[in-house]
């Protein structure tokens, strides 16, 4: 049954178990936030891309107000809870300065001990090692399924995110991303080895003689 969700989209795509931290500046989302902040209540973040909002999204709560601003602006701490199919979009809620939507909420079936997770988390190992990024481990909460916890460090487009989102099976989306870090690994591989070969054109070198 679909169910009524104040919106705060973004352009970005928030997953379970994930923080995101907001600086609240608009009339319309000091009205929201301060709702949430008053009743401990959820609001839904669609992602905005191609110039429109999204059919997924993520519901966040507010964990902390850093700060709060004699204009009303706030800083706060938010984190991804549970994943949502927008139904309909509202651009402004009856009564309110916000936007709101009809959403049902997406099954979320777990995949404990995949056959995926190894390989998928050496590979995003791999991936930020070949970028040096220095980074080993993602960031997002522990209790977050691997694939979400992996996958806004992982190389994606934003389209590619909202369709991990959209994928109700932990499993399926773990072979999403596996796939995905496959290829990328594989083209990070190739163009060092490429990069390798450029920088040694035009040098000398001495290579041990040859016993043909």
């Known amino acids: 049954m679909p169910e009524q969700l104040p919106l705060f989209p973004l352009?970005?795509?928030?997953?379970?178990?994930?923080?995101?931290?907001?600086?609240?500046?608009?009339?319309?989302?000091?009205?929201?936030?301060g709702e949430c902040l008053e009743t401990?209540?959820?609001?839904?973040?669609p992602t905005y891309f191609d110039e429109r909002v999204a059919e997924y999204g993520t519901t966040a709560r507010v964990v902390e107000c850093f700060r709060t601003y004699d204009s009303g602006e706030m800083d706060i701490?938010?984190?991804g809870v549970r994943v949502f199919h927008l139904?309909?979009?509202?651009?402004?809620?009856p009564g309110?300065?916000?936007?709101?939507?009809?959403?049902?909420?997406?099954p979320n079936e777990p995949a404990p001990g995949s056959e995926y997770e190894v390989e998928l988390t050496a590979l995003y190992r791999r991936l930020h090692e070949l970028l040096d990024t220095g980074r080993e481990e993602p960031r997002a909460s522990a209790s977050a399924d691997l694939s979400f916890r992996l996958g806004?460090?992982?190389?994606?487009t934003l389209g590619q995110k909202v369709e991990l989102l959209s994928i109700p099976e932990e499993a399926r989306r773990q072979r999403y991303l596996l796939d995905h870090l496959r290829r990328a690994v594989h083209l990070l591989e190739g163009a060092a080895e490429t990069r390798a070969r450029v920088q040694g054109n035009g040098q000398f070198h001495r290579f041990p003689k040859l016993d043909l």
Do not use: C, D, N
Not at 40 to 45: H, L, Q, R, V, Y
Not at 87 to 93: H, L, N, Q, S, T
Not at 96 to 106: C, H
Not at 152 to 156: A, I, T, Y
């Open 40 to 45: 401990g209540a959820e609001f839904g973040i």
């Open 11 to 33: 352009q970005l795509v928030l997953f379970p178990g994930e923080r995101l931290k907001l600086h609240i500046f608009e009339e319309r989302y000091k009205q929201l936030i």
């Open 152 to 156: 806004h460090e992982s190389g994606l």
């Open 96 to 106: 309110k300065l916000y936007p709101s939507g009809m959403a049902t909420w997406v």
């Open 77 to 79: 701490a938010t984190e």
């Open 87 to 93: 139904e309909e979009f509202e651009r402004v809620a």
